[in-house]
T-cell receptor, first 112, second 112 residues
Framework: QKEVEQNSGPLSVPEGAIASLNCTYSDRVSQSFFWYRQYSGKSPELIMSIYSNGDKEDGRFTAQLNKASQYVSLLIRDSQPSDSATYLCAVWMAGTASKLTFGTGTRLQVTL | EAQVTQNPRYLITVTGKKLTVTCSQNMNHEYMSWYRQDPGLGLRQIYYSMNVEVTDKGDVPEGYKVSRKEKRNFPLILESPSPNQTSLYFC???????????FGPGTRLTVT
């Protein structure tokens, strides 16, 4: 079983809609969770972090964490074509040093 | 400008010919990592370093070497490259925030 799992997509949503990206993880002691965005041919960049259960909002982005279900999600409201990218879920595992475990990413396509 | 730089950006080489990919950061970060990114496998950590002269293996260290003689530099060395090391490589650094990694632009390596 992969430690961090994401649906590879592509997830296609129309402009202005809400995009919902999901991620599950296997290690119950995981403590910190992150979403990175990676445009085609570019390097990943951090867009959201979440550490406790519930929702965290930043502009059009909302991260949701449910540790009991080992589930983290990213909602993008009012999706724009510029949001088209691959979104990587990353989990910091307790007890490890300097290691983020990444999912394989979900490719999002925002259509006009 | 805060950044992580890598060189070269693109490299085509032949099996067995030693190569070095350089990585440098100007943020005075203690932590640096190397990742490779492959389709369907995502980002996987090769090696990481918590400080000068302190390095450790990540998930896929076979066939790679690293060194950390200076805080800003973290070169990746392939002593005898093989075709299965054809990949996109990213160097990353971070400060005290565990998940906030800054990635370099990537090096696309092809070994024939």
């Amino acid at each position: 079983q992969k430690e961090v799992e994401q649906n590879s997509g592509p997830l296609s949503v129309p402009e202005g809609a809400i995009a919902s990206l999901n991620c599950t993880y296997s290690d119950r002691v995981s403590q910190s969770f992150f979403w990175y965005r990676q445009y085609s041919g570019k390097s990943p960049e951090l867009i959201m972090s979440i550490y406790s259960n519930g929702d965290k909002e930043d502009g059009r982005f909302t991260a949701q964490l449910n540790k009991a279900s080992q589930y983290v999600s990213l909602l993008i409201r009012d999706s724009q074509p510029s949001d088209s990218a691959t979104y990587l879920c990353a989990v910091w595992m307790a007890g490890t040093a300097s290691k983020l475990t990444f999912g394989t990413g979900t490719r999002l396509q925002v259509t006009l | 400008e805060a950044q992580v730089t890598q060189n070269p950006r693109y490299l085509i080489t032949v099996t067995g010919k030693k190569l070095t990919v350089t990585c440098s950061q100007n943020m005075n970060h203690e932590y640096m990592s190397w990742y490779r990114q492959d389709p369907g496998l995502g980002l996987r950590q090769i090696y990481y370093s918590m400080n000068v002269e302190v390095t450790d293996k990540g998930d896929v260290p076979e066939g790679y070497k690293v060194s950390r003689k200076e805080k800003r530099n973290f070169p990746l060395i392939l002593e005898s490259p093989s075709p299965n090391q054809t990949s996109l490589y990213f160097c990353a650094s971070r400060g005290t925030a565990v998940g906030e990694q800054y990635f370099g632009p990537g090096t696309r390596l092809t070994v024939t």
